[in-house]
């Protein structure tokens, strides 16, 4: 019964000395170099075991705020003043669900290395990010940067007020941002169109942003069907709205699994209609499985019966065994626009969006 009681007061002693410590340095009265008094000295000082001490000071080291040399003793650190370590901020369930954002954290892990810097990958069970966790790394200095994706206008000014160097890919036009150039998207979309000859065309998107309704990214689905709509008709195209299928609201990215399913349902729903699009666009590149596979079992033969125009991320590996177009971005580009974008935040650079081009590729 004793020790149970005893546990609790250690946990917060422990607590006790390294918060006693964590202020000192950080508010500069132990300066960089400085020589703490060795376990012994602390633990009576403090009145505790030695061991005690030895876990206190252990989360100090972990913090990156003291070192700790055979010999000699236990110093504080010199604070990092530039940037040395970047936070590649995703939430878990989607780095492991979804290629593209492993790719990305990849890209960027590529970009920050080429500068010297370290890429250190932060992913959160159950959303995009922590703000205590960030702002825990961020005043002990183990993070001098954030860099993440797909976050909501909400998310984005939680990590606004963080007041660290960030760099987000988003579909809105945020300060900070780098985004797919929505206009190269819809353009190489129907320049795809155009060299069919078809007149007739039919959209699978699970996305609610890109690429015909960008200012309206959590619009309901008609809001997107009247702008893609609105397309058809500059171009003097046909289009209805039962061939036209999107996803779920302000879901950007979704796993590759919700992605494949609901662009087979969508095809094999367009499809069943007596009247079908001559062409099909779809997007993103999550979908292109799941329409592979509905036309394949409806036996609608491509290029003679249905034309495709798909979204490919160039870096992912996709294998289509039938003749379609291709609308293409790049990761590696996606990823070295963030590392400028949050270089300009680091050195105190107004971050004006930046956006990159998509191509059409035959």
């Given at each position: 019964?004793?020790?149970a ?23 500069g ?17 403090f009145?505790?075991a ?6 206190a ?11 700790r ?6 110093f504080v650190n ?25 790719e ?5 892990k590529?970009?920050l ?14 959303g ?18 954030v ?26 036009r ?5 985004e797919?150039?929505n206009?190269s ?13 078809c007149?007739?065309?039919g ?6 942003g ?19 709509v609105?397309?058809?008709?500059r ?9 036209c ?18 662009a087979?349902e ?9 009247e079908r ?13 799941g ?32 003749p379609?177009?291709?609308v ?10 963030l590392?400028r974008?949050?270089l300009r935040?680091?050195h105190?650079?107004?971050?004006a ?10």
């Open positions: 019964m004793s020790g009681m005893e546990q609790p007061e250690k946990r917060s002693l422990r607590t006790r000395i390294a918060d006693y410590y964590r202020e000192r340095i950080l508010s009265e132990l300066p960089p170099g400085s020589k703490l008094e060795s376990t012994l000295e602390l633990s009576q000082r009145e505790t030695v061991g005690n001490v030895q876990k000071l252990s989360q100090l080291v972990a913090e990156g705020l003291i070192s040399r055979p010999n000699s003793g236990t010199v604070r990092k003043t530039d940037l040395q370590t970047v936070g590649l901020c995703f939430a878990e369930e989607g780095y492991y669900a979804n290629a593209f954002v492993r990305l954290a990849n890209q960027l590529l970009r290395r080429e500068l010297g810097l370290e890429g250190r990958l932060l992913l959160t069970p159950g995009l990010f922590e703000r205590e966790q960030l702002q825990r790394l961020f005043r002990y200095n183990q993070l001098q940067g860099i993440t994706s797909g976050i909501s206008p909400e998310e984005y000014e939680q990590l606004r007020k963080l007041q660290l160097p960030f760099a987000v890919l988003t579909g809105g945020y300060a900070n941002g780098v797919v150039n206009t998207i819809m353009n190489c979309y129907f320049e795809a169109v155009r060299e069919t000859g007149r007739k065309v959209l699978v998107s699970v996305s609610h890109p690429p015909f309704l960008p200012s309206d990214r959590f619009g309901k689905p008609y809001r997107i069907y009247r702008g893609f609105e397309h058809i008709r171009r003097a195209l046909e289009t209805r709205e039962s061939w299928c999107f996803g779920r609201r302000g879901q950007d990215f979704p796993t590759t699994a919700e992605a494949e399913f609901f087979y969508a095809v094999k729903r367009i499809f069943s209609q007596p699009p001559e062409v099909l666009l779809v997007y993103p590149d999550p979908c292109n499985y329409v592979l596979l509905a036309l394949e079992q409806l036996r609608l033969r491509v290029p003679e019966e249905v034309k495709l125009v798909l979204y490919r991320n160039r870096e992912i590996r996709q294998i289509c065994p039938v379609a177009q291709r293409t971005v790049s990761v590696a580009e996606l990823a070295a626009a590392v974008q949050l935040g680091f105190g650079q107004a971050c969006p930046l956006q990159v081009d998509c191509r059409l590729e035959r």
